[in-house]
T-cell receptor, first 112, second 114 residues
Framework: QKEVEQNSGPLSVPEGAIASLNCTYS??????FFWYRQYSGKSPELIMS????GDKEDGRFTAQLNKASQYVSLLIRDSQPSDSATYLC????????????FGPGTRLSVLP | ETGVTQSPTHLIKTRGQQVTLRCSSQ?????VSWYQQALGQGPQFIFQ???????GRGNFPPRFSGLQFPNYSSELNVNALELDDSALYLC?????????????FGPGTRLTVL
């Protein structure tokens, strides 16, 4: 059974702080990992993909991947109230990456 | 906006009926994946279509079936609807069917089964 585990939250941080979201996954052979943001009543939107161990930065977002620990995280610097949403972690698996598994999501609340 | 469109936006059906949901992929994308998202849960992968063939499938029964057309648009068909099929149905498009291809979601179809 391929699984992604995330803390469901809610995770509350004050405006301007760093929000740290974590995810563990079950498939050691997975190569591709994704973070999505989903506002209430909307569809998920892609924030970042990461494929190699280490950090990947894009603006205020940094994704971190550790394949040995089967762990991926997302840091949001200078959190804004507009970042309040559910954050979904996902990975691909299969010979051609044709299958996807999403976690249940972590609800983030950034307090003004 | 991702360029992925879905229709209809909302749909109400009764148990036992059949439903067809539609998705148009983003320009340049040849792969469509379908997901079911129940309230408060993450999206559950139903299947993926790549070049008009089912390329991968999640843990869904055969009454969930699909098609992809030569223009890469896709349909999701659900037969013998059950109350638990009430959910947001999402399609996502991407380029190619391999590892590392980012998926972009459409706005979803909200299905209610009474």
């Amino acid at each position: 059974q391929k699984e992604v585990e995330q803390n469901s939250g809610p995770l509350s941080v004050p405006e301007g702080a760093i929000a740290s979201l974590n995810c563990t996954y079950s498939d050691r052979g997975s190569q591709s990992f994704f973070w999505y943001r989903q506002y209430s009543g909307k569809s998920p939107e892609l924030i970042m993909s990461i494929y190699s161990n280490g950090d990947k930065e894009d603006g205020r977002f940094t994704a971190q991947l550790n394949k040995a620990s089967q762990y991926v995280s997302l840091l949001i610097r200078d959190s804004q109230p507009s970042d309040s949403a559910t954050y979904l972690c996902a990975f691909q698996w299969g010979n051609y990456g044709q299958n996807f598994v999403f976690g249940p999501g972590t609800r983030l609340s950034v307090l003004p | 906006e991702t360029g992925v469109t879905q229709s209809p936006t909302h749909l109400i059906k009764t148990r036992g009926q059949q439903v067809t949901l539609r998705c148009s992929s983003q320009s340049g994308h040849n792969t469509v994946s379908w997901y079911q998202q129940a309230l408060g849960q993450g999206p559950q992968f139903i299947f993926q279509y790549y070049r008009e063939e089912e390329n991968g499938r999640g843990n869904f029964p055969p009454r969930f079936s699909g098609l992809q057309f030569p223009n890469y648009s896709s349909e999701l068909n659900v037969n013998a609807l059950e109350l638990d099929d009430s959910a947001l149905y999402l399609c996502a498009s991407s380029t190619g069917g391999g590892q590392g291809n980012e998926q972009f979601f459409g706005p979803g179809t909200r299905l209610t089964v009474l």
